[in-house]
């Protein structure tokens, strides 16, 4: 995703580094980023309701249906694109969530395209776990580390994929010489990502016993989204000599 001509300067931090990564999405930018996915989602929705009124036959709702789904892949994969946007912005030094010029905006087709890296990220990592349980039937202790093996090389892919902007980045055999030129570092960022996802499950368990909105789950899933975006492409921007991706 070689979308940002100039690398960001880096600057002082004046927050605990914890603090400062909780705040990545906390700038004009971002929030109306959210408030952007916030409003297309609710625009989509409406609209699917409306043409259930509007065409009651089951042809017109038929077609109403692909038409949604068409919009809400379109909106996924904007949202896509801009956790890649993050990603790549953190990595050239960004502390907060990046501003997305105008021409910086792909068309409808790079949206999908950049939703199927994503995917193929996520392939790349779990399929064995995949096909272990396509054959097995069944979630057992070697299907669970399986996937464990997959969720601690996951990140390493996402960060190639973004940053390399290819299929050709998520090689395991680049993926897995990644991980062990900085071994350590990453096994902190996964412990890092631990603990985030800890916070994360304790916050929704909160929020699971107020009455609280359906929306306002959403806006908060997103700025954690972008939270661990920033968290992913700080970890190239501290460690991209160690890395030595040229890029």
């Known amino acids: 995703m070689k979308i ?3 690398p960001q300067l880096e600057v002082k931090r004046k927050l605990p580094w914890f603090i400062d990564v909780l705040l990545y999405p906390a700038s004009l930018h971002g929030i109306i ?3 952007i996915f916030f409003f297309l989602s609710l625009i989509i929705g409406l609209l699917g309701r409306f043409i259930l009124i509007l065409f009651p036959h089951p042809g017109g709702q038929h077609y109403g249906v692909l038409l949604i789904s068409i919009l809400r892949v379109l909106l996924l994969g904007y949202i896509v694109f801009y956790f ?4 790549y912005d953190s990595s050239r030094g960004g502390r907060r969530a990046a501003n997305i010029r ?3 905006i792909p068309d409808k087709g790079d949206f999908v395209s950049q939703l199927f890296l ?3 990220c996520v392939a790349v990592c779990f399929w064995p776990a995949a096909v272990y349980y396509g054959f097995a039937r069944r979630t057992d202790s070697f299907f669970w580390v399986l996937a464990g093996c997959g969720g601690f090389f996951l990140p390493m892919a996402l960060l190639r994929g973004v940053l390399f902007d290819t299929f050709d980045a998520l090689n395991p055999i680049f993926i897995i010489g990644s991980i062990f030129k900085t071994f350590l570092s990453y096994c902190g960022l996964i412990l ?3 603990i985030f996802g800890g916070l994360v499950a304790l ?3 909160i929020l699971g016993r107020l009455p609280i909105l359906g929306f306002v789950s959403n806006a908060i899933n997103l700025y954690l989204l ?3 975006a920033h968290l992913l492409g700080r970890f190239y921007w501290w460690h991209k000599d160690k890395l030595d991706w040229g890029i």
């Open 4 to 6: 940002i001509e100039e």
């Open 33 to 35: 980023q959210i408030g």
């Open 84 to 87: 890649g946007y993050c990603i």
């Open 102 to 104: 105008a021409e910086h």
């Open 118 to 120: 994503m995917l193929g």
């Open 192 to 194: 890092s990502f631990c």
């Open 203 to 205: 916050i929704f368990w």
């Open 226 to 228: 972008f939270v661990a």
